[in-house]
């Protein structure tokens, strides 16, 4: 059984960071890109960033450039999430999602796995 596993999240307070995980299991994913997506309450989800199967090349959305990194070991099966200077509209539930399609993607039905979600709130 594929399972992919957030953690990580909390409540922090703007200008805070916070990095979250995401524990994959039950299958390999060589050769998949790792993403991450947010959906904040009454809103869609959205593509957050993604991570190539190497770790050697990632890509942002425009609103968490220079402020979010992507980061992936391999050997223990973990992304990270690294989320600096957290302003409050970067509240929302934070999933990891695993696309095999091997090219970079923001859209979310690239992405066949996905974990359930770990919850971040900064306040002002």
């Known amino acids: 059984q594929v399972q992919l596993v957030e953690s990580g999240g909390g409540l922090v307070q703007a200008g805070d960071s916070l990095r979250l995980s995401c524990a994959a299991s039950g299958r390999t994913f060589r050769g998949y890109v790792m993403g991450w997506f947010r959906q904040a309450p009454g809103k869609e989800r959205v593509f957050v960033g993604c991570i190539s199967w190497t770790g050697g090349s990632t890509y942002y959305a425009d609103s968490v450039k220079g402020r979010f990194t992507i980061s992936r070991d391999n050997a223990k099966n973990t992304v990270y999430l690294q989320m600096n200077s957290l302003k409050p509209e970067d509240t929302a539930l934070y999933y990891c999602?695993?696309?095999?399609?091997?090219?970079?993607?923001?859209?979310?039905?690239?992405?066949?796995?996905w974990g359930q979600g770990t919850q971040v709130t900064v306040s002002s």
């Open positions: 999602a695993a696309s095999p399609h091997g090219r970079f993607s923001s859209d979310q039905y690239d992405y066949n796995y």
